[in-house]
């Protein structure tokens, strides 16, 4: 069964439990570029994202035996990962050119649009600076990650009630800065 | 177009929209055009999913190769950990069955005060040793000699391997 993507997380959790390497690799392949985004959004510089997303999955791999059935994999890498991070942070603030590519297929195929979305996203970036930690945690978590909520208060050890309330707030606080 | 989508429902299918997932026509062309509010968090959702390093910032196959690689070097710990914490538990068993035994028997064997084991403990042989037959004997001897080491207190400081070592000079 090596190699079906369509193996859940728990599942390949599972197996990698039982000895099977080859489901530890397929969960690096499904995260690793997501991590290592959410990691630069949070404002890790890029030459750091390599070694802290290599760092991540080895420590939620090592550190299996803590991971709790009910939290899901992701929210527990994520987890890790920005425990892992927080020097990274301060080390980031100091960047100053950022790339903004376009990932969601463009709604109208007009290059106008796209330009738009890549202006919004530096200044979404600039602003995400500004915001309290858990503000901006569950805003990109949410918005880029695509997490729900209940993913989103075990990545950060919060309610799903409180979550929900942060990104409400950091909503609210980057359409007026972004508008 | 009329919309009758509710927003929170449109903004469902806003969050669950990915690059393998485009968004539904009836949000993009049905909701959003008529909802200033779920526009702009669209355009926000839409911004930050767009923040993105360099291509080649996280080689996701690199980071999987070394990932594997590390957990197969560091996989022994892993692999075993029940049985490592039982040996460890075993030792320290036996080793505090061993130091209570001998303070045991000590108190019961003499009314004199308990004295560490190296000054009770000395053999009769070695009073007929010359000095320097004693100094050769003391070369030969292991650095760290458990047993000249007072029992109980002493325990706690040692290692696995000196626990071991103080077992077998015990069995004989």
Known sequence: MAGDASLTDEALVAAYRNGAQWAAGMLVERYAAKLGRFLYTRGAPEADLEDLTQEAFFKAFRSLEGWRGEA???????????????????????????????????????????????????????????????????????????????????????????????????????????? | MKCDMKCDEARRLMHQADSNTALPEEVRVGHLPECPECAEEWALIRGVRGVRPQEMAVDVQAVARRVLLRLANARPDTARPTRRRMSRIVIWATAAAVAF??????????????????????????????????????????????????LGAGLSDMTDDELQRLLRAMEG
């Open chain 1, 72 to 179: 899901t994999f992701r929210s527990w890498l994520y987890r890790i990962a920005l425990n892992l991070g927080r020097d990274a942070w301060r080390k980031g603030r100091k960047r100053t050119q950022v790339t903004l590519e376009h990932e969601i297929p463009s709604t109208d195929g007009n290059p106008e649009s796209l330009f738009e979305a890549q202006e919004t996203g530096r200044r979404i970036l600039r602003e995400l600076g500004t915001l309290p930690r858990l503000q901006r945690d569950v805003f990109i978590l949410r918005a880029q990650q695509g997490m729900n909520y209940a993913e989103i208060a075990q990545a950060l050890n919060t309610t799903e009630g409180a979550a929900r309330v942060h990104y409400h707030h950091a909503l609210r606080r980057l359409k007026e800065a972004v508008a």
């Open chain 2, 101 to 150: 035994g001998v303070g045991l028997s000590s108190l019961r064997s003499t009314s004199a005060p308990i004295l560490p084991i190296s000054t009770v403990s000395v053999l009769p042989e070695l009073a007929d040793l010359r000095q320097d037959e004693l100094n050769q004997l003391l070369a030969i001897l292991p650095a760290v000699d458990p047993l000249s080491q007072p």
